[in-house]
């Protein structure tokens, strides 16, 4: 069972403008929330994160909101450039976790276009 | 550059070989974990150590798997009798000891199996 679903396999957006890529999961008990972008052939890198007991975290040109009853997030990008184009996965934890073991997202391919 | 290392980067082997790969985590961090990403998916757990402990296995790491992390520094990840059906890239992953704590990849490993 897919625990956390990005339904949208790519997104477009023109330089400049806001670029929403979201997240839907499904299980109750997770209480940590993670973005990381990917470019072809890198690992993942870390955008930033946020905690069950917040519903928004800023960093820059990055926001992330959580809304935990309807269990989905989003990550705001403001304004979109075009280094921004890459693969965007959601990724989602629980402190039953002892371990700390991310359930990740399948992705949201974003193309920013000059 | 003391991020996430592993190595090699690339590794095409035939069905039926053993192969294994090596990851150096982030010096202080002494939680290492592996994932397995194939395309248009995202990453998906497949052990994590805690200092020299392998604390849990997912069910998608079969008997040709084992990984190891002696002295609870570099990390080896075998796949022993190859198939087709393992190909894909493995990710490397380190936190520090604590709850929450970002996971931070390496470049991963492009399995090729023919």
């Known amino acids: 069972d897919q625990q956390v679903k990005q339904n949208s396999p790519s997104l477009s957006v023109q330089e400049g403008r806001i670029s929403i890529l979201n997240c839907d999961y499904t299980n109750s008990m997770f209480d940590y929330f993670l973005w990381y972008k990917k470019y072809p052939a890198e690992g993942p890198t870390f955008l930033i994160s946020i905690s069950s007991i917040k519903d928004k975290n800023e960093d820059g040109r990055f926001t992330v909101f959580l809304n935990k009853s309807a269990k989905h997030l989003s990550l705001h990008i403001v304004p979109s450039q075009p280094g921004d184009s890459a693969v965007y996965f959601c990724a989602a934890t629980s402190i039953y976790n002892q371990g700390g073991k991310l359930i990740f997202g399948q992705g949201t391919e974003l193309s920013v276009k000059p | 550059d003391t991020g996430v290392s592993q190595d090699p980067r690339h590794k095409i082997t035939k069905r039926g070989q053993n192969v294994t790969f090596r990851c150096d985590p982030i010096s202080e961090h002494n939680r290492l974990y592996w994932y397995r990403q194939t395309l248009g998916q995202g990453p998906e757990f497949l052990t994590y150590f805690q200092n020299e402990a392998q604390l849990e296995k997912s069910r998608l790491l079969s008997d040709r798997f084992s990984a190891e992390r002696p002295k609870g520094s570099f990390s080896t990840l075998e796949i022993q009798r190859t198939e087709q059906g393992d190909s894909a890239m493995y990710l490397c992953?380190?936190?520090?000891?604590?709850?929450?704590?970002?996971?931070?990849f390496g470049p991963g490993t492009r399995l090729l199996v023919l």
């Open positions: 992953a380190s936190s520090l000891d604590m709850r929450r704590e970002t996971q931070y």
